[in-house]
T-cell receptor, first 112, second 112 residues
Framework: DAKTTQPPSMDCAEGRAANLPCNHSTISGNEYVYWYRQIHSQGPQYIIH???NNETNEMASLIITEDRKSSTLILPHATLRDTAVYYCIVSLSGAGSYQLTFGKGTKLSVIP | NAGVTQTPKFQVLKTGQSMTLQCAQDMNHEYMSWYRQDPGMGLRLIHYSVGAGITDQGEVPNGYNVSRSTTEDFPLRLLSAAPSQTSVYFC???????????FGPGTRLTVL
């Protein structure tokens, strides 16, 4: 699986958009970008994933650059409950590969 | 749905003792896995299963055994606990052709 690089920490004001970057320059053509988050001491929670196109769901938006070497997770209106460690993971999807390789992620602090 | 449940929530063992961490899911997921998370680290895969009767090793399998006799349950056995196994253990599950994994709340294990 391709390796990812994320900033160790970020702050965001409550109510503002949180933009979390991720570099994955060695991503291969059939690898997806996944985002999970871990709120203090809880199990990780799936947020969103994508292959090439931008994706949006009720939690967040995922913007993947055209060359797929980087991506940005956007939380449109951050709340205090979004304070967590966010993990960007590159992995194959579907039969044959299920391992999620968690790095150290980005610790997002939402400030009142 | 209860989702992914883990028992116990906390456990203290003495070196050399054995125990089983329980994991169950009620979502009919084929894939189940066990991760450990050490302080300040990402999650590391211990063992995984793609269906009843099928298990395989992950990144850090030594000292742990698993079996999968039903779709719902995936217990993790520590054969002879060591202080190096002090960690938080997370169980996860998903459908086989998706990598959107659901995580349990974790078991916090201390080995003295």
């Amino acid at each position: 699986d391709a390796k990812t690089t994320q900033p160790p920490s970020m702050d965001c004001a409550e109510g503002r958009a949180a933009n979390l970057p991720c570099n994955h320059s060695t991503i291969s053509g059939n690898e997806y970008v996944y985002w999970y988050r871990q709120i203090h001491s809880q199990g990780p929670q799936y947020i969103i994933h994508g292959l090439k196109n931008n994706e949006t769901n009720e939690m967040a938006s995922l913007i993947i650059t055209e060359d797929r070497k980087s991506s940005t997770l956007i939380l449109p209106h951050a709340t205090l409950r979004d304070t967590a460690v966010y993990y960007c993971i590159v992995s194959l999807s579907g039969a044959g590969s299920y391992q999620l390789t968690f790095g150290k992620g980005t610790k997002l602090s939402v400030i009142p | 749905n209860a989702g992914v449940t883990q028992t116990p929530k906390f456990q203290v063992l003495k070196t050399g003792q054995s125990m089983t961490l329980q994991c169950a899911q009620d979502m009919n997921h084929e894939y189940m896995s066990w991760y450990r998370q050490d302080p300040g680290m990402g999650l590391r895969l211990i063992h995984y299963s793609v269906g009843a009767g099928i298990t395989d090793q992950g990144e850090v399998p030594n000292g742990y055994n698993v079996s999968r006799s039903t779709t719902e349950d995936f217990p993790l056995r520590l054969l002879s606990a060591a202080p190096s196994q002090t960690s938080v253990y997370f169980c996860a599950s998903s459908f086989l052709r998706k990598n959107e994994q659901f995580f349990g709340p974790g078991t916090r294990l201390t080995v003295l």
